[in-house]
């Protein structure tokens, strides 16, 4: 199940960023770093594969900015949910960012050859994590634009 988690503004201005994580943890200091970021924009929390295919079936397209997926979700990879993602054209616009602890060249050629935008390796520190995340919110967020209608081929 989502749980939404807003940051410190209460209406967001932004479209959600959408993390699955596997770890509660990991989780809760993303929240934390984005609410210090002063950046608002929702953030929706799945921690597993299956759940998070269910629930951006169920939402409408444009209500996600940006997916932050870690490499590894407990015994899976994440190119299990790159693959079932990318196969839905209706999601073609939405980027996914790979956002994990893994800085393995194998790890990282294999989220771009199934569909992954980006590869980001976690920052060690919290003090690192904030700035991370405020590049992300700039990049994804406030300066790439989605294809308004993602389902059409060109």
């Known amino acids: 199940m989502a749980r939404i988690l807003l940051t410190s503004h209460s209406m967001p201005d932004h479209p959600a960023i959408l993390l699955i994580e596997d770890s509660l943890g990991e ?19 799945l921690h597993d594969r299956e759940a998070a295919l269910k629930f951006l079936k169920s939402m409408p397209k444009n209500e996600i900015a940006v997916i932050l997926l870690d490499w590894r979700l407990g015994n899976q990879s994440g190119v299990l949910f790159l693959k079932a993602f990318r196969a ?19 790890d990282v050629a294999a989220a771009y050859a199934n569909g992954a935008n980006g590869y980001i390796v976690k920052p060690e520190t919290f003090e690192q994590l904030v700035p991370c995340i405020a590049d992300i919110c700039h990049f994804w967020i406030d300066r790439n634009r989605l294809p308004h209608m ?3 081929a060109s």
Do not use: K, M, W, Y
């Open 88 to 106: 839905e054209h209706r999601f073609a616009g939405i980027p996914v960012i790979i956002f994990t602890t893994s800085d393995e060249q194998s």
């Open 27 to 45: 989780c809760e200091l993303f929240r934390i770093a984005l609410a210090s970021t002063g950046i608002a924009t929702a953030l929706l929390t």
């Open 150 to 152: 993602a389902n059409v």
